[in-house]
Structure formats: structure tokens, C-alpha cells
């Protein structure tokens, strides 16, 4: 089936650092791709997506870009602040798998000052 | 709007007894989602539903029921509490565009605790 794959966490990054967060997939058919941001005792919030290979989603700093011959959709930031500090989430939607979501681990993110 | 809302924010649970969840949604999505969040273990999929009237059982569907009785809300039931469904629980909802669903919205989340 399929599956989504995150680096292991946690991150932990000082201010104006760059970063990158690894994900990969598995899927059956030719998904859409997201980033989603769960902030301390909140739920999770849509921070980018790309639907088709080569497209790149951006929001707040960030960036990730659709590489379907690798089947990677790695998120970036070229300088993080202390309130980038969070819980970061990889996923997939694909009409091959039920039209239903598939969400890697998570990958906590820690921001020091 | 609201977006998606949850009820309750927290509760407290004895082995065997029963609750119901509740979310509601005011964006006229046609998907929701129910989900559990543990440590760990990112989010897994219990319950799902496409439509009104209709539901569909995800990864972790045992202990669990739901109902869709109307398009705007999404139950998710315990009948007998167990410790084993200490979690933080988690609804979603999403619009069913024709190239497929799309960006999925989720609610502040419910904390259980079963003793």
C-alpha cells in the first residue's frame, strides 16, 4: 500500500540555520503531496502542496518541491526562526489508495535562540 | 467561520464506560475523517466517510464506530473504554474535487484519557 517516510527527529536547529526535513514515498498511483505544520496543543494546519511532478509549493519561507523520479518531497527553509518550532508532517492523497490520506511520523522541530 | 470544531476538548474516561466524540464542519465538505494521534506513531486513520449517510472503516477501525447523519457532522463513538484508546483524537474534512480529494482541514483535537 501506500506509504509515506520521514527523517527521524527531532531537529534541532539555531535560529537563522538552514533547514531540511527528508520525505519519500510509495504510491500506487500519481499522487498529490503535502506539508502539514501541528504547532504545540493544536491540530494540524496545511503549510504547502504541489499535485504534479516538478511543481514546487511555497507558504511562510518554505518550500518543497514534487520529485516524482525520486519520489521525494523534501521540505526546505533557508532560515528558521524560534517559531518555526514544531511538529511537521509528509503526506499523501491518491485516487489509486480510496481517495484517503496517508501521513508520515512527524518530525519534531526544536528552534533555539 | 468556524472551520472545524470538536467536542469535547478533554475528557476523562473510566475502563467500560462509553462517549461520544463530535466535529462539525461549516465549509460544506463532502469528506470527513476521524483520527488518532499517539506518540510515535504520527496520525492513523479510524473512521472515514464520503458523503451523508455513508462511512468507511480506516487502519484502526476496532472499539470505534461512527455516524454521518448529517453532511456537517461526524460522530466517533467509544462504546466500552478501554486504556488502550488513550489518544488524542483528531477530525479532518476536505472538499471532493474531480481530480480528487484535496487539502484535508483539521480541528484542535480531543485529549482522552482512559483510566
Known amino acids: 500500500g501506500d506509504s509515506v517516510t520521514q527523517m527521524e527527529g527531532p531537529v534541532t536547529l539555531s535560529e537563522e540555520a538552514f533547514l531540511t526535513i527528508n520525505c519519500t514515498y510509495t504510491a500506487t498511483g500519481y499522487p498529490s503531496l503535502f506539508w502539514y505544520v501541528q504547532y504545540p496543543g493544536e491540530g494540524l494546519q496545511l503549510l504547502l502542496k504541489?499535485?504534479?511532478?516538478?511543481d514546487k509549493g511555497s507558504n511562510k519561507g518554505f518550500e518543497a518541491t514534487y520529485r516524482k523520479e525520486t519520489t521525494s518531497f523534501h521540505l526546505e527553509k533557508g532560515s528558521v526562526q524560534v517559531s518555526d518550532s514544531a511538529v511537521y508532517f509528509c503526506a499523501l492523497s491518491d485516487l489509486g489508495y480510496g481517495q484517503n490520506f496517508v501521513f508520515g511520523p512527524g518530525t519534531r522541530l526544536s528552534v533555539l535562540p | 467561520n468556524a472551520g472545524v470544531t470538536q467536542t469535547p476538548k478533554f475528557r476523562v474516561l473510566k475502563t467500560g464506560q462509553s462517549m461520544t466524540l463530535l466535529c462539525a464542519q461549516d465549509?460544506?465538505?463532502?469528506?470527513m475523517y476521524w483520527y488518532r494521534q499517539d506518540p510515535g506513531m504520527g496520525l492513523r486513520l479510524i473512521h472515514y466517510?464520503?458523503?451523508?449517510?455513508?462511512?468507511a472503516k480506516g487502519e484502526v477501525p476496532d472499539g470505534y464506530n461512527v455516524s454521518r447523519l448529517k453532511k456537517q457532522n461526524f460522530l466517533l463513538g467509544l462504546e466500552s473504554a478501554a486504556p488502550s484508546q488513550t489518544s488524542v483524537y483528531f477530525c479532518?474534512?476536505?472538499?471532493?474535487?474531480?481530480?480528487?480529494?484535496?487539502?484535508?482541514?483539521f480541528g484542535p483535537g480531543t485529549r482522552l484519557t482512559v483510566l
Open positions: 504541489a499535485t504534479k511532478a516538478d
Open positions: 479532518a474534512s476536505s472538499p471532493h474535487l474531480p481530480t480528487g480529494v484535496d487539502t484535508q482541514y
Open positions: 466517510s464520503v458523503g451523508e449517510g455513508t462511512t
Open positions: 465549509m460544506n465538505h463532502e469528506y
